[in-house]
Protein backbone atom coordinates (compact mmCIF):
# COMPACT_ATOMS: atom_id res chain seq x y z
CA UNK A 1 0.00 0.00 0.00
CA UNK A 2 2.85 2.33 0.59
CA UNK A 3 4.39 1.61 -2.33
CA UNK A 4 1.33 2.29 -4.43
CA UNK A 5 0.98 5.82 -2.01
CA UNK A 6 4.62 6.72 -3.62
CA UNK A 7 3.93 5.83 -7.17
CA UNK A 8 0.54 7.69 -7.10
CA UNK A 9 2.35 10.80 -5.64
CA UNK A 10 5.32 10.46 -7.91
CA UNK A 11 3.25 10.72 -10.85
CA UNK A 12 1.78 14.16 -9.90
CA UNK A 13 3.42 17.58 -10.29
CA UNK A 14 4.40 19.56 -7.03
CA UNK A 15 1.23 21.77 -7.56
CA UNK A 16 -1.00 19.28 -7.65
CA UNK A 17 -0.08 17.64 -4.79
CA UNK A 18 0.17 20.88 -3.12
CA UNK A 19 -3.76 21.30 -4.20
CA UNK A 20 -4.92 18.05 -3.31
CA UNK A 21 -3.44 18.86 0.09
CA UNK A 22 -5.51 22.33 0.30
CA UNK A 23 -8.70 20.93 -0.51
CA UNK A 24 -8.33 18.19 1.88
CA UNK A 25 -7.33 21.20 4.67
CA UNK A 26 -10.05 22.62 3.60
CA UNK A 27 -13.25 20.04 3.60
CA UNK A 28 -11.56 18.35 6.85
CA UNK A 29 -12.69 21.94 8.43
CA UNK A 30 -16.28 21.40 6.86
CA UNK A 31 -16.22 17.53 7.95
CA UNK A 32 -15.46 19.04 11.76
CA UNK A 33 -18.24 21.33 11.10
CA UNK A 34 -20.71 18.57 9.79
CA UNK A 35 -20.01 16.42 12.49
CA UNK A 36 -20.33 19.05 15.43
CA UNK A 37 -23.62 20.49 13.53
CA UNK A 38 -25.19 17.00 13.47
CA UNK A 39 -24.47 16.07 17.48
CA UNK A 40 -24.90 19.17 19.17
CA UNK A 41 -28.70 19.32 16.80
CA UNK A 42 -29.33 16.30 18.81
CA UNK A 43 -27.93 13.05 16.70
CA UNK A 44 -25.78 10.44 18.61
CA UNK A 45 -22.47 11.06 17.64
CA UNK A 46 -22.38 7.48 15.39
CA UNK A 47 -25.14 8.77 12.70
CA UNK A 48 -22.53 11.50 11.33
CA UNK A 49 -19.86 8.80 11.72
CA UNK A 50 -21.30 6.45 9.89
CA UNK A 51 -22.90 8.25 7.25
CA UNK A 52 -19.38 9.83 6.61
CA UNK A 53 -17.76 6.31 5.93
CA UNK A 54 -20.93 4.61 4.24
CA UNK A 55 -21.93 7.60 2.17
CA UNK A 56 -19.11 9.79 1.96
CA UNK A 57 -20.69 12.95 -0.06
CA UNK A 58 -20.62 16.16 1.54
CA UNK A 59 -23.42 17.89 0.31
CA UNK A 60 -25.60 14.96 0.91
CA UNK A 61 -24.76 14.70 4.45
CA UNK A 62 -25.43 17.94 5.05
CA UNK A 63 -29.03 17.97 3.75
CA UNK A 64 -29.91 14.77 4.96
CA UNK A 65 -29.06 15.90 8.33
CA UNK A 66 -30.79 19.21 7.77
CA UNK A 67 -33.64 17.49 6.65
CA UNK A 68 -33.82 15.44 10.24
CA UNK A 69 -33.03 18.40 12.29
CA UNK A 70 -35.23 20.34 10.63
CA UNK A 71 -38.05 17.68 12.03
CA UNK A 72 -38.64 15.48 8.39
CA UNK A 73 -38.85 12.16 8.09
CA UNK A 74 -35.59 9.95 7.28
CA UNK A 75 -37.04 8.93 4.17
CA UNK A 76 -37.30 12.76 3.35
CA UNK A 77 -33.54 12.86 3.67
CA UNK A 78 -32.82 9.62 2.42
CA UNK A 79 -34.65 11.24 -0.94
CA UNK A 80 -32.36 14.90 -0.31
CA UNK A 81 -29.24 12.90 -0.53
CA UNK A 82 -30.10 10.91 -3.56
CA UNK A 83 -31.16 13.96 -5.24
CA UNK A 84 -28.17 15.99 -4.66
CA UNK A 85 -26.02 12.81 -5.55
CA UNK A 86 -27.70 12.38 -9.09
CA UNK A 87 -25.05 14.34 -10.35
CA UNK A 88 -22.48 11.54 -9.97
CA UNK A 89 -24.01 9.63 -12.82
CA UNK A 90 -22.62 12.10 -15.46
CA UNK A 91 -19.24 12.19 -13.25
CA UNK A 92 -18.98 8.32 -14.00
CA UNK A 93 -19.07 8.87 -17.46
CA UNK A 94 -16.42 11.90 -17.78
CA UNK A 95 -13.41 9.64 -15.24
CA UNK A 96 -14.83 6.15 -16.73
CA UNK A 97 -11.20 5.28 -18.40
CA UNK A 98 -10.45 6.12 -14.60
CA UNK A 99 -12.46 3.20 -12.85
CA UNK A 100 -11.33 0.47 -15.54
CA UNK A 101 -10.10 -2.76 -14.02
CA UNK A 102 -11.45 -5.06 -11.53
CA UNK A 103 -14.87 -5.13 -10.00
CA UNK A 104 -13.76 -4.16 -6.77
CA UNK A 105 -11.51 -1.59 -8.00
CA UNK A 106 -14.48 0.41 -9.65
CA UNK A 107 -16.51 -0.59 -6.83
CA UNK A 108 -14.04 1.36 -4.52
CA UNK A 109 -13.59 4.19 -6.97
CA UNK A 110 -17.24 4.79 -7.17
CA UNK A 111 -17.68 5.11 -3.70
CA UNK A 112 -14.78 7.84 -3.60
CA UNK A 113 -15.93 9.45 -6.60
CA UNK A 114 -16.40 12.78 -5.27
CA UNK A 115 -16.45 16.37 -6.80
CA UNK A 116 -13.06 17.22 -5.71
CA UNK A 117 -11.42 14.21 -7.00
CA UNK A 118 -13.16 13.91 -10.13
CA UNK A 119 -12.05 17.85 -10.79
CA UNK A 120 -8.57 17.21 -10.31
CA UNK A 121 -8.78 13.99 -12.86
CA UNK A 122 -10.29 16.11 -15.16
CA UNK A 123 -7.31 18.70 -15.28
CA UNK A 124 -4.68 15.80 -16.01
CA UNK A 125 -3.39 15.90 -19.34
CA UNK A 126 -3.61 11.89 -20.09
CA UNK A 127 -4.73 8.64 -18.32
CA UNK A 128 -2.06 7.57 -16.49
CA UNK A 129 -2.07 11.15 -14.24
CA UNK A 130 -6.03 11.69 -13.97
CA UNK A 131 -5.79 7.88 -12.49
CA UNK A 132 -3.04 9.10 -10.20
CA UNK A 133 -4.77 12.28 -9.05
CA UNK A 134 -8.30 10.63 -9.15
CA UNK A 135 -6.71 8.02 -6.54
CA UNK A 136 -4.86 10.45 -4.33
CA UNK A 137 -7.37 12.92 -3.90
CA UNK A 138 -10.50 10.27 -3.37
CA UNK A 139 -8.31 7.94 -0.58
CA UNK A 140 -6.25 11.04 0.92
CA UNK A 141 -10.46 13.32 1.11
CA UNK A 142 -11.58 10.08 2.47
CA UNK A 143 -8.99 10.06 5.81
CA UNK A 144 -9.24 13.34 6.21
CA UNK A 145 -13.16 13.90 6.39
CA UNK A 146 -13.78 11.17 8.29
CA UNK A 147 -10.79 12.29 10.90
CA UNK A 148 -12.88 15.30 10.80
CA UNK A 149 -16.04 14.22 11.27
CA UNK A 150 -14.99 12.20 14.31
CA UNK A 151 -12.82 15.45 16.00
CA UNK A 152 -16.37 17.42 15.26
CA UNK A 153 -19.13 14.97 16.57
CA UNK A 154 -17.00 14.50 19.59
CA UNK A 155 -16.69 18.25 20.21
CA UNK A 156 -20.59 19.02 19.13
CA UNK A 157 -21.54 18.92 22.63
CA UNK A 158 -19.43 21.37 23.62
CA UNK A 159 -20.13 23.96 20.69
CA UNK A 160 -23.73 25.35 21.21
CA UNK A 161 -23.88 27.70 18.22
CA UNK A 162 -22.19 26.47 15.29
CA UNK A 163 -23.73 29.24 12.99
CA UNK A 164 -21.42 31.34 14.72
CA UNK A 165 -18.72 29.58 13.53
CA UNK A 166 -19.52 29.98 9.97
CA UNK A 167 -17.44 26.46 8.55
CA UNK A 168 -19.85 25.76 6.60
CA UNK A 169 -18.51 28.43 3.44
CA UNK A 170 -15.53 26.56 3.10
CA UNK A 171 -17.62 23.47 1.53
CA UNK A 172 -18.92 25.90 -1.33
CA UNK A 173 -15.61 28.09 -1.34
CA UNK A 174 -13.35 25.09 -2.34
CA UNK A 175 -15.86 24.08 -4.88
CA UNK A 176 -15.76 27.56 -6.65
CA UNK A 177 -11.75 27.24 -6.55
CA UNK A 178 -11.96 24.41 -8.75
CA UNK A 179 -14.43 25.53 -11.30
CA UNK A 180 -12.46 28.66 -11.55
CA UNK A 181 -10.12 27.10 -14.08
CA UNK A 182 -12.64 26.11 -16.22
CA UNK A 183 -13.99 29.59 -16.60
CA UNK A 184 -11.84 31.05 -19.08
CA UNK A 185 -14.08 30.17 -21.94
CA UNK A 186 -16.77 32.65 -22.98
CA UNK A 187 -19.23 29.81 -23.51
CA UNK A 188 -18.19 28.05 -20.38
CA UNK A 189 -19.11 31.23 -18.84
CA UNK A 190 -21.88 32.00 -20.48
CA UNK A 191 -23.50 28.43 -19.02
CA UNK A 192 -22.60 28.51 -15.63
CA UNK A 193 -23.82 32.29 -15.35
CA UNK A 194 -27.01 30.47 -16.57
CA UNK A 195 -27.51 28.01 -14.83
CA UNK A 196 -26.43 30.18 -12.01
CA UNK A 197 -29.68 32.11 -12.67
CA UNK A 198 -31.70 29.28 -13.09
CA UNK A 199 -31.04 27.49 -9.43
CA UNK A 200 -31.26 30.85 -7.43
CA UNK A 201 -34.73 31.86 -8.64
CA UNK A 202 -36.14 28.15 -8.62
CA UNK A 203 -34.72 28.01 -4.93
CA UNK A 204 -37.65 29.51 -3.41
CA UNK A 205 -40.04 27.20 -5.38
CA UNK A 206 -38.25 23.84 -5.39
CA UNK A 207 -37.27 21.30 -2.95
CA UNK A 208 -34.00 21.52 -1.97
CA UNK A 209 -31.10 19.79 -4.29
CA UNK A 210 -33.43 20.18 -6.95
CA UNK A 211 -32.12 23.72 -8.30
CA UNK A 212 -29.02 22.30 -8.45
CA UNK A 213 -30.06 20.06 -11.06
CA UNK A 214 -32.26 22.45 -12.67
CA UNK A 215 -28.89 24.62 -13.47
CA UNK A 216 -27.49 21.91 -15.44
CA UNK A 217 -30.37 23.53 -18.09
CA UNK A 218 -27.75 25.93 -18.90
CA UNK A 219 -25.57 23.46 -20.95
CA UNK A 220 -28.40 22.63 -22.99
CA UNK A 221 -29.29 26.40 -23.45
CA UNK A 222 -25.43 26.91 -24.64
CA UNK A 223 -25.47 23.69 -27.18
CA UNK A 224 -28.36 25.32 -29.03
CA UNK A 225 -26.37 28.73 -29.23
CA UNK A 226 -23.97 26.65 -31.52
CA UNK A 227 -22.31 23.50 -30.54
CA UNK A 228 -21.24 21.70 -27.15
CA UNK A 229 -19.57 23.91 -24.51
CA UNK A 230 -15.63 24.01 -24.15
CA UNK A 231 -13.54 23.61 -21.35
CA UNK A 232 -10.19 23.09 -19.95
CA UNK A 233 -10.79 19.08 -20.14
CA UNK A 234 -8.51 16.86 -22.01
CA UNK A 235 -9.23 15.64 -25.19
CA UNK A 236 -9.02 12.05 -24.48
CA UNK A 237 -12.11 12.57 -21.70
CA UNK A 238 -14.54 13.27 -23.87
CA UNK A 239 -16.14 10.10 -25.14
Known amino acids: MRSLSRTLSRTLDRDTRRDIALVCLADAIVGASFGAIAVS ?3 PAWVPI ?24 PLAAVAAGLVLNARHLPFGFAVADVLDGRWWSRLLGSHLM ?5 AFALRQPDRRRRRAAFWTCGVALF ?9 GA ?5 IHDTDALGLDAAFPTVLLALVLPALGDRRTRYAALLGAVLAVAATPWLPAGLPVLLALAGLLATRRRGGPVTTNVPREVHH
Open 143 to 151: AAWNAAVVV
Open 50 to 73: AMSVLVFAGGAQFAAVGVVLAGGS
Open 154 to 158: LAGRA
Open 114 to 118: IDEAV
Open 41 to 43: GGL
